[in-house]
């Protein structure tokens, strides 16, 4: 049974990556300009809770993925559900003295851009 799971993460492994690198394929200019300015980038897959994707070494992106992806993300979803209801989250931009994290939660992935 242990080997089927494994066997059913890989697969949705696998796929996620392929969905991943469409999305990135379809949106080529709005990727690369973005990524002119930008430090790094983390892309975290929702639906297995790991990390796509990513510019930084393991320790920063899974931090990063805690935090944003989890906690603020979190909150700020909340946030927008309880002053409508009907409405969600579509875009998180967080600005520090030193850097600028821009968030995109989408519904298998979520996208950290720091710059």
Request: glycine content about 4%; some cysteine.
């Amino acid at each position: 049974m242990k080997e089927l799971n494994d066997t059913t993460q890989q697969t949705k492994q696998y796929c996620s990556k392929f969905t991943l690198e469409s999305v990135i394929r379809r949106n080529a200019d709005n990727t690369e300009r973005i990524m002119k300015n930008a430090m790094g980038y983390v892309v975290s897959n929702n639906a297995i809770g790991t990390i796509a994707i990513s510019s930084y070494d393991n320790t920063v992106s899974v931090g990063i993925m805690k935090l944003i992806c989890g906690v603020l993300v979190a909150a700020a979803r909340s946030a927008v559900r309880d002053l409508d209801s009907t409405n969600d989250l579509c875009f998180l931009r967080i600005a520090t003295r030193k850097s600028e994290y821009l968030v995109a939660p989408e519904g298998e992935f979520t996208i950290v851009v720091i710059q």
